[in-house]
């Protein structure tokens, strides 16, 4: 038979006949299993849970995407933080007074997205065949964190703390340990750090904005008490801690002669104006204090001699200004919260007042336990009388050093004063050492904040307390590290090239 007519037969010859179809291969008979087998299973989700199941296909997919890419997965915690407010209503919609909460899982959406960063990173490092980087300038102050974190789950349990809200604190803590580490490794090189300070700034202006619309629209946040019902812009102090480090960067630009983008001072106004707007007394002193620092440590010689007699001059006529009475004629809520910074205001002010009680009974407890603390889970003790009863209260206090020694013991509290030394000191050594003009900006910013962190946490605690904030701070080490890690790699080069 002649090869067309063998193959005329084969395709379905005159009788219309065709060959049989060849039998699947047992990979092929595999994936129809597992596919019948999901398809049935997604059938009994569906009839349980309703329509709802079927987001359960693209979600594992999103999530097997996200896991191999390591630079998406980091980046979705820190985005989550920066942008969806869990107390502060805004026109934008990204609001929500349980959005960061525990699920069913008993882990928050931050914590389950860091979960997949940390999963991320490790599968990209055996893909690579190669050892995760650590930030190695902050190994002190992580490793104090660590042993401080171990001090305050021994004593709370032996002083009858319960297991969920020892977890609880324990986990408001980790980020400042697993931050720095992820971050770390997915950014390695200059490139990589321009870009993650670009979309920082951009994230910033866009959550100033959206604050300003909330003002404007009266969709924000109302202050309430003897302010008037005042719309604000942000009370959470996430947005406004970063809203500080984007006007810091801005000073240390005008002060060292580096230009910035036209979009960026545009975006000062805004950031300034919604920081003003937030009427968060601790920020604008976190400001005034830390403005001239970064001033002084990025100018010449001639503007240092400046500042000096400038900062003496403004703090005069503010001291003057509150104390005197001089805005009494004034009623608009900006006019009343300045004056509320006033010794007096703070006396008869029932939450300022309550802040002050608070800490005396604080210290009678620390006056009992001064090396190990309450310990995690463990509340302080209500010796003196209270102006107002939170619910949960005893569990926090509005101080940050106080709160680390409450939970972690006196180990806790050199841990935290390690840690923001560290990050001001490793911010200026990158100020002065790095090439790249947007890197030395994010660095001294990242110092500058820190230092008015420090400033705004004698009144509030945010670090290793707040669920927003905690996770930022230990992103923004990261950035430090990798900056540090990248200079050093770079000098090696270079000292590598010379020496051939």
């Known amino acids: ?135 190695r300038h902050f190994g002190l102050p992580l490793a104090l964190i660590a042993a401080a974190c171990l001090v305050g789950c021994v004593v709370g349990r032996a002083d009858g703390g319960s297991w969920k809200t020892i977890s609880e604190q324990l986990r408001l803590v980790a980020p400042l340990l697993v931050m720095p580490w992820l971050v770390v490794n997915v950014i390695r090189d200059t490139a990589a750090l321009r870009r993650a300070l670009g979309w920082l700034a951009a994230l910033i202006v866009f959550k100033a904005f959206g604050g300003i619309l909330g003002v404007l629209t009266g969709a924000g946040e109302q202050l309430g008490g003897t302010f008037g019902n005042t719309v604000i812009s ?139 603390g309450l310990g995690f889970g463990v509340p302080w003790t209500q010796r003196y009388p209270l102006g107002v009863q939170y619910e949960g209260g005893q569990q926090y206090v509005h101080m940050a050093v106080l709160w680390w020694w409450m939970k972690m013991g006196l180990l806790g509290l050199i841990a935290y004063l390690a840690l923001l030394a560290c990050i001001v000191w490793q911010g200026i050594r990158v100020w002065r050492a790095h090439g790249d003009p947007t890197v030395r900006l994010g660095a001294i910013a990242i110092a500058g904040a820190t230092l008015g962190l420090a400033v705004a946490e004698a009144t509030a605690s945010f670090t290793g307390v707040d669920p927003r904030l905690t996770p930022l701070a230990g992103a923004l080490v990261g950035l430090l590290a990798a900056a540090r890690l990248e200079g050093s790699s770079r000098a090696a080069e270079n000292l590598d090239t010379m020496s051939r």
């Open 1 to 135: 038979m002649s090869s067309a007519r063998s193959k005329q037969w084969h395709l379905g010859g005159p009788a219309g006949l065709r060959e049989w179809p060849r039998a699947p291969s047992r990979s092929q008979a595999l994936w129809v299993a597992v596919a019948a087998v999901l398809i049935a299973l997604l059938a009994l989700l569906a009839r349980r849970y309703g329509l709802v199941a079927l987001a359960i296909p693209p979600l594992l997919a999103a999530v097997v995407l996200i896991a191999t890419r390591p630079a998406l997965a980091v980046a979705m915690p820190i985005v989550y933080a920066i942008v969806v407010e869990q107390s502060t209503p805004n026109v934008l919609g990204f609001y929500d007074s349980q959005i960061h909460d525990p699920l069913p899982g008993h882990l928050t959406p931050i914590e389950l997205m860091t979960l997949l960063a940390v999963l991320a990173v490790v599968l990209d490092a055996l893909r690579r065949e190669r050892m995760p980087l650590g930030p």
């Open 234 to 372: 942000y009370y959470e102090a996430t947005t406004n801690w970063l809203s500080l480090g984007y006007l810091l960067a801005l000073v240390a630009a005008f002060a060292s002669g580096i230009r910035t983008p036209r979009w960026t001072r545009w975006g000062g106004v805004i950031v300034l104006l919604s920081l003003i707007l937030s009427y968060r007394r601790s920020f604008w002193l976190a400001a005034i204090a830390s403005a001239p620092a970064v001033f002084v440590v990025c100018s010449g010689r001639t503007q240092r001699r400046l500042i000096l007699p400038a900062l003496a001059i403004l703090a005069g006529a503010l001291w003057i200004s509150i104390s005197s009475g001089l805005l009494a004629e004034t009623q608009g809520p900006l006019a009343k919260r300045v004056q509320s910074l006033s010794p007096s205001s703070l006396q008869a002010n029932v939450e300022d007042r309550y802040r002050l009680d608070e800490r005396h009974n604080v210290l009678a407890d620390l006056d009992e336990a001064p090396l190990t």
